[in-house]
């Protein structure tokens, strides 16, 4: 098993982080427990804005999306800034968003069967936001429908649902049942 903390401190290296020392200790939790593991800072590479998962002309993000698809858990780690993921951990969450359109053999997204954890850390309250902004973007755990702004149709009202949505609801429940079936034949561990 294989582990990839991506760093989104501001800082590039080698200024101290506190997001770096707390992904230090959860990859020297994941290596008592047999998973190797490697940390990435974002702000050490030329990562361009973007929705792409190769912007070219430099762009270092492929590379990082590599090591993101090699790994079996992701910990994405993010400082709070104002009460926000930092702008290096959104710029992060942009380019996996091409993930959407990337799939594999069997039609799923190309970071299907990874475990995301998150580490956020900071000096201001935010943390509870911060991680519900995280964990909607790196996993298949949620489904949703969004109208036309100000608009007055309700999803109740569709005469049909959105394809888009409705694959969308089958892979969260997919995911939701098989992950269930996995933890009914051998349970999380007891926190030591």
Not at 113 to 131: F, K, L, P, Q, Y
Request: with cysteine; proline share 6%; glycine share 10%.
């Amino acid at each position: 098993m294989r582990a990839l903390a991506l760093n989104c401190t501001l800082k590039a290296s080698p200024a101290p982080s506190s997001c770096e020392l707390l992904l230090t200790q959860v990859l020297d939790e994941l290596r008592g427990l047999g998973v190797e593991g490697q940390m990435r800072r974002v702000a050490d590479h030329h990562v361009p804005p973007g929705v792409e998962s190769d912007l070219g002309d430099g762009d270092e993000w492929p590379e990082l999306r590599r090591a993101v698809l090699d790994a079996d858990i992701l910990v994405l780690g993010t400082p709070i800034w104002m009460g926000q993921p930092s702008s290096v951990c959104k710029r992060v969450l942009e380019r996996m968003d091409a993930f959407l359109a990337e799939t594999d053999d069997a039609g799923r997204m190309v970071s299907y069967g990874r475990v995301a954890i998150v580490a956020v850390v900071g000096n201001e309250d935010g943390a509870h936001h911060t991680s519900a902004e995280l964990y909607q973007a790196p996993a298949s755990g949620v489904t949703y429908w969004v109208g036309e702004a100000m608009g007055r149709v309700d999803y109740r009202d569709l005469p049909q649902t959105p394809e888009t949505t409705a694959g969308t609801t089958r892979t969260a429940a997919v995911n939701a049942a098989h992950l269930a079936r996995l933890l009914a034949g051998s349970g999380y561990p007891a926190a030591g």
